[in-house]
């Protein structure tokens, strides 16, 4: 009895072990290019304009709210 349930559990484990696992093949992601968003490369060593810098802002006396979203409630 004890050798019968032996060599099941053996021939059990070489038949698991004997199945094919299909290998896994990942497709890589498609790389779209969208022409015209880049801009045109600048030469090394040349200066870029920088833009034009607005006014400040007038000081004010008023005072900043922070509205903290409600808290919520454990659920039972």
Known sequence: MKNSILMLALLATLGLAACDR??????????IVVPGLAGPPVPAGDQVA???QGATGKTG???TVIVMPAASSPSN
């Open 22 to 31: 299909p290998a896994v093949v990942t497709v890589p992601a498609a790389t």
């Open 61 to 63: 006396k008023s005072t």
């Open 50 to 52: 920088t833009g034009s």
